[in-house]
């Protein structure tokens, strides 16, 4: 860090011998033809009997004209263009930011003090609470007079603490995208100056004017503790005023020749270049999270079972239900006092067709109809009866047939156990018609 020599420190000299209405010129801000004088005086006290001397009055440190508003009933009401100030009475310790629109009508005020806080906003916006705990919003017409008054009130709050001083942080320009933390890389700008007697005092030091920036690892000790904790948060481009009491600077050894023991500085910081370190980079280039997924209850597991049993339930019906059908058919076959059928390999035809072949029993009209064969064309496979017929044993439910005249009667002999359809019927082989012809 290089002691350069400071030219322009007048940001911080107090302009009370300046009237308020050149500050404001010729501009008509009210709707009755504007105020032709925004000049704010300190009222005289008046003369004590017997001593010339008058009572100190509040010095006007810095104004300005801004666009107020106030927030009414949730939202922020227009209240034209005021002048704001800063006024200082150091043997009181007392520090105040006055709206006034005459000398004589003051708006509101608010008092600085160590707790007091003021809002620095995109676009040249301010905010704060005023002593009734109303709060208001300026709009500067300039980053320069949005700064100055920003400025001078860090130094009032510096003022107020006396010696119960600790870390100021005043914004004087918010910068965009990433903030500053632990570990990172920054270059800066900087300009400081001592703090002596209630006032902003020489400059020590400054790179202002120099076409480098001073780089430094936020957290390596490199530079003084105030400045590693008061430029945390800062984003490219901010600027930040920084009152740092003498426990976080230089302490009770000073720097010989340029700075006293236990000196209070003030340091302007503009943050040029961030770089972030290694560990905050893999977590931007980290993908985001994946919300975690509920904890699976008992009674939701229980749910996703019965839904699972459910669908099985659905899918297996459609067979049981074929298969419950055959069972049935099958039954009333056997009850029809026929025996069962032999299960016999297939390879065409489902189960219900070799059902339907069976299922009705032969009656007396079927035997007497002749069979319909030929040669050409072999009858279908009949299925086998499971136990031999005779030709003259009666079967179950069926009438004996007389026997015609002219027919000698064949002794009765069992039939193989083949296929019909496998051997011509007795009546044509015998060259005779069929019985019931």
Not at 120 to 145: L, T
Not at 352 to 366: H, I, Y
Not at 392 to 398: A, D, E, I, N, V
Request: aromatic residues 6%; proline residues 8%.
């Amino acid at each position: 860090m290089s002691f350069l020599p400071e030219s322009d420190d007048d940001m911080f000299m107090p302009s009370g011998s300046r009237g308020l209405a050149t500050l404001f010129g010729a501009s008509k801000v009210m709707d009755g033809g504007g105020n032709t004088s925004l000049t704010y005086t300190a009222p005289k006290q008046p003369k004590k009997q017997g001593n010339s001397s008058t009572q100190e009055s509040h010095q006007l440190l810095v104004a300005t004209a801004v666009d107020a508003q106030k927030h009414v009933d949730g939202k922020y009401v227009p209240q034209g263009k005021l002048g704001c100030a800063v006024l200082a009475l150091h043997s009181a310790k007392d520090y105040k930011l006055l709206v006034y629109v005459t000398q004589t009508k003051h708006v509101t005020a608010a008092k600085i003090d160590a707790s007091f806080k003021y809002t620095v906003q995109a676009g040249n916006y301010a905010s704060f609470y005023d002593d009734h705990r109303q709060p208001w919003s300026f709009h500067f017409s300039s980053e320069e007079d949005a700064a100055k008054i920003a400025k001078q009130i860090a130094v009032c709050k510096a003022c107020a603490a006396g010696s119960s001083l600790t870390l100021i942080q005043q914004d004087l320009l918010l910068g965009e995208g990433t903030c500053i933390a632990k570990g990172d890389s920054v270059d800066v700008k900087y300009t400081g100056w001592a703090f002596e007697n209630n006032t902003v005092g020489k400059v020590f030091d400054s790179n202002a004017s120099s076409d480098k920036s001073f780089k430094f690892k936020i957290g390596k000790a490199k530079v003084i503790k105030g400045w590693e904790e008061g430029m945390i948060g800062m984003a490219k481009g901010g600027k930040r005023l920084l009152v740092i009491p003498p426990s976080l600077a230089y302490g009770s050894q000073g720097v010989p020749g340029r700075i006293a023991p236990n000196t209070a500085l003030i340091f302007e910081v503009e943050l040029k270049k961030l770089k972030l370190s290694k560990e905050r980079e893999a977590e931007q280039a980290a993908p985001p999270p994946q919300p975690e997924s509920p904890p699976e209850t008992r009674e939701r597991s229980r749910s996703i079972r019965e839904r699972q049993q459910s669908l099985e339930d659905h899918m297996t019906q459609p067979q049981e239900e074929g298969a419950s059908q055959r069972s049935e058919i099958l039954s009333r076959i056997s009850k029809m006092g026929q025996p069962m059928l032999p299960m016999t390999p297939h390879t065409a035809g489902s189960a219900e067709e070799e059902v339907r072949a069976t299922a009705t029993p032969p009656t007396q009209q079927t035997l007497q109809q002749p069979a319909q064969l030929t040669p050409q064309q072999p009858a279908q496979a009949q299925p086998v009866f499971s136990q031999p017929q005779h030709m003259g044993q009666q079967q179950p439910g069926l009438q004996t047939m007389p026997t015609q005249p002219g027919l000698q009667t064949m002794p009765s002999q069992p039939m193989m156990a083949q296929p019909m359809a496998s051997q011509p019927m007795m009546g044509q082989a015998m060259g005779q018609p069929m019985m019931g012809q």
